[in-house]
């Protein structure tokens, strides 16, 4: 099984006094060599004779989603029900007395392949900085740029 785990963590305590000595990279790179040096996280120890995770990726299929994109008002972002629309003419409508309930499944390696352009313009588009999630290479250990976030009020 696959799960998004947030981690959080005060820079000062980690040898980040200055604002300019938090960046994304350094706080990646902090949380990666904390979570790998924790045995009960990643590793052979744990509650039970084993550990949360077997391994972990920074950002992994999450990579992204820590940036404000637009919604729908059914819930999905909005980038992503125009591409579904403009791949494969809509969204499947989940509740017939409700047409406005839709659900926008995934796209197959060829749809994202052959449509890299209008992945990267609708995630422009509606607020998305960097490569789009689609253009993402899902087990870069340490993730990217936006994977790590000041927490702020949005967030």
């Known amino acids: 099984m696959h799960y998004r785990f947030f ?3 005060d820079p000062k305590q980690h040898g980040m006094e200055q604002p300019e000595d938090v960046t994304s990279s350094a706080v990646r790179s902090t949380v990666q060599n904390i979570l790998e040096q924790d045995t009960t996280f990643c590793g052979d120890g744990g509650r039970f004779g084993s550990a949360l995770a077997d391994w972990f990726v920074i950002g992994g299929r999450w990579s992204g989603a820590l940036q404000n994109i ?4 059914e819930g999905n972002d909005k980038w992503t029900k125009e591409l579904h629309i403009l791949l494969h003419g ?5 509740h017939p ?3 406005i309930a839709t659900q926008c499944y995934g796209f197959t390696d060829k749809d994202i392949k052959e449509n890299a352009l209008a992945f990267q313009q609708a995630w422009e588009k509606h607020g998305g900085k960097g490569k789009n999630p689609y253009a993402r290479d899902t087990y870069n250990n340490n993730g990217y740029e936006d994977d790590a976030m000041l927490i702020t009020q949005e967030i």
């Open 90 to 94: 809509a969204c499947k409508v989940v």
């Open 70 to 73: 637009e919604e729908s008002e």
């Open 97 to 99: 007395d409700n047409p």
């Open 7 to 9: 981690a959080i963590l």
